[in-house]
């Protein structure tokens, strides 16, 4: 279960923590003792962060999904960052057709 202290971390911070734990287990220089606290604190790390970037996926999701009215989910693409999927706009909204209405 990851600390309480940990749970109230930002994202950012947590990350930082994390590579410093890798840093100092890939210097080489801990004892055994202390590079199974510093593996355990990792992997507490690891998880949280990982719990917050689903948790931010999710959000984006969310935020990129089209207002109630016929609206549909677009997928995120974490690779590319781009929605998987392209928004049409309605006729009565679409800026060229207004255009060609006018001439």
Do not use: H
């Amino acid at each position: 279960m990851v600390a309480q202290k940990e749970k109230a971390l930002p994202f950012e911070e947590a990350l930082d923590k994390l590579e410093s734990i890798v840093d100092q287990m890939e210097e080489g220089e801990l004892s055994l003792d202390d590079m199974i606290k510093c593996f355990e604190e990792g992997n507490k790390l690891s998880k949280y962060c990982n719990s917050k970037l689903k948790s931010f996926e999710k959000k984006i999701e969310i935020l990129t999904k089209e207002d109630s009215e016929g609206g549909e989910w677009s997928e995120f693409d974490a690779a590319s960052g781009r929605r998987e999927t392209e928004v049409s706009i309605a006729p009565e909204q679409n800026p060229q057709q207004e255009e060609d209405c006018l001439f």
